[in-house]
Nanobody
Framework: QVQLVESGGGSVQAGGSLRLSCAAS????????MGWYRQTPGNPRELVAT???????NYADSVKGRFTISRDNAKNTVYLQMNSLKPEETGVYYC??????????????WGQGTQVTVSS
């Protein structure tokens, strides 16, 4: 059974920084794309950033220049460094692992989410 465990959420003032981590555990042979999504109050879940196993990244326009996604393939862990946070970015941040290969199965997984609160 594969699990994604997120950490690093919390409360910060506007302009502050947080670093999220997400570690995938289980009998994992490989992971395709890993990423972060968020759901802010009253809005659907949206993409924040993704990173391939080769290190290619993709960001939502709203976070470009402020957020940095990185990945440690050996540890099956993805990180999200968030700088210059804004109050409207308050929400639950979810980790996603796409195309996780375990034995004969290929499946996507989501973390349980971690709360990020940015106060003005």
């Amino acid at each position: 059974q594969v699990q994604l465990v997120e950490s690093g959420g919390g409360s910060v003032q506007a302009g502050g920084s947080l670093r999220l981590s997400c570690a995938a555990s289980g009998s994992i042979l490989s992971i395709g794309v890993m990423g972060w999504y968020r759901q802010t109050p009253g809005n659907p879940r949206e993409l924040v950033a993704t990173i391939t196993s080769a290190g290619s990244t993709n960001y939502a326009d709203s976070v470009k220049g402020r957020f940095t996604i990185s990945r440690d393939n050996a540890k099956n862990t993805v990180y999200l460094q968030m700088n210059s946070l804004k109050p409207e970015e308050t929400g639950v941040y979810y980790c996603n692992a796409d195309r996780v290969v375990t034995g004969l199965r290929v499946q996507d997984y989501w973390g349980q989410g971690t709360q990020v609160t940015v106060s003005s």
